[in-house]
């Protein structure tokens, strides 16, 4: 037997971006089921970036959905790009007057989910999505299997796919087609987790002939910390000692506290954006839509720009009965996330030593890297895009 239910929005995701829309959306009065393959423990334990934009920080702390991130976030004001053996600090507050806020991911999702619960979210885990069907009409439908392994199918008002870069709803928009539009970079980021105090009071973005590395943070006992590697590279195959003497040779001029190692991963690079972003009543969000390379951290904010427009083209949709906001939803989308697409192929390409760099490659690289530190308005650009351009507020 088939369980049939119906909701206003099927959010397909209990990432940030499907978790915040349904927050969001309930304070507009419009009921939305969240459904996840993952457990709660899973999703809380997602291990991704850690920096917050200024917009991204004021939402949530204007919608409710966190406070936490002001009292165990950390604020930063800049940044250090290094690179020939010298540090230069990006200034963000004096170049744009915002900031950036450091608190991981899953902090964010750990709110979100209990601010969801208290609020009494249907929100259902261990659930398997197989396909959206019925996309081009005005009662698509989500079908899948439930954690006990029986069919179910929701039937809603709208769809939105926020199940990440391997999307279950994204074909019933693409239509499965793959001509979605995608770039690969030869490296990926080896990082790690580790016990031990901040080497540096800022974030710290490093060119160095061996490769980029980032020296990042998570708390005053934990650090994170990534460098530059080949795409193939197994995790394991690294020791500690090999770990901290490739991190070290590629920030000259700090001394690195080392401390356990508990995590280490190998994040491969994905970047694509879909074709289509929206079919007739099935919407795609956050990675389910675009993914971006990690350097600079837009990932997830980008995610939650998505939401923001999202949010009020459905409540225009749903309680004022106006649909021209949804219908500008991709093409308003898409400007940001093309954006944000250059930026973090911008900051990527400049602060990595491709495997196949000449020398003439890393000459003009370093000339690039001056003509940003050196100018002002090369400062403000990087700062602009670096704490988050504000969210689109026009609507048709
Ligand atoms: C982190 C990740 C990023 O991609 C970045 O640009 C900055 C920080 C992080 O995980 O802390």
């Known amino acids: 037997m088939t369980t049939a239910d119906r ?45 917050l934009e200024q917009g991204t920080v004021d939402l949530l702390v204007e919608s409710g959905a966190s406070t936490r991130v002001l009292e165990d976030g950390n604020r930063h004001d800049g940044i250090e790009l290094r690179f020939a053996g010298e540090g230069h600090r990006i200034d963000f507050p004096s170049l744009t007057g915002r900031s950036v806020w450091l608190y991981p991911q899953h902090e964010v999702l750990r709110d979100l989910v209990a601010a969801r619960l208290a609020a009494g979210q249907d929100l259902r885990l261990g659930i398997t999505v197989e396909r959206v069907e019925d996309a081009e009409t005005t009662r698509p439908r989500v079908i ?29 928009v693409t239509g499965g087609i793959r001509s979605d ?78 401390g356990h190692i508990f995590q280490r991963d190998v994040l491969r690079f994905r970047s694509f954006v879909a074709h289509q972003l929206r079919r007739g009543r099935v919407a795609l969000i956050g990675d389910a839509a675009h993914t971006v ?11 939650v720009a998505d939401v923001v427009l999202l949010d009020r083209a459905l409540g225009a949709l749903l309680v004022e009965n106006d649909e021209r906001p949804f ?31 000449s020398q003439f ?32 507020t026009r609507l048709p």
């Open 7 to 51: 909701t206003r929005v099927a959010i397909v995701g209990a990432g940030p971006a499907g978790l915040l829309l349904s927050h969001l959306l309930a304070a507009s009065g419009i009921e939305s089921i969240v459904v996840d393959r993952r457990s709660r423990e899973e999703i809380e334990n997602t291990i991704r970036a850690g920096i």
């Open 293 to 303: 390379p990690p350097t600079g951290a837009k990932g997830m904010n980008l995610a």
């Open 144 to 172: 899948g299997t439930d954690a006990d392994g029986h069919p179910f199918e929701i039937e809603a008002d709208v769809v939105v796919g926020a199940d990440g870069s391997r999307s279950a709803v994204r074909s019933a």
């Open 181 to 258: 539009l995608f770039r690969e970079y030869p490296f990926a980021w080896f990082g790690i987790l580790c016990d031990a105090p901040p080497s540096a009071d800022e974030l710290i973005y490093s060119n160095s002939p061996d490769g980029f590395a980032l020296i990042s943070q998570r708390s005053a006992t934990v650090q994170r910390m990534y460098f530059q590697c080949d795409p193939d590279t197994d995790p394991d195959s690294l020791s500690d000692a090999q770990i901290w003497a490739e991190l070290q040779a590629r920030v000259p001029g700090t001394t690195l506290h080392e």
């Open 361 to 392: 490659d890393r000459e003009r690289q370093l000339g690039e890297l001056r003509s940003v530190v050196e100018s002002e308005a090369g400062r403000s650009y990087l700062a602009e895009a670096y704490t988050g351009w504000p969210f689109e």
């Open 327 to 357: 219908d500008a939803f991709a093409e308003t989308a898409l400007r940001r996330i093309w954006k944000a697409q250059h930026f973090s192929w911008w900051m990527t390409s400049m602060l990595h030593v491709a495997p196949d760099a």
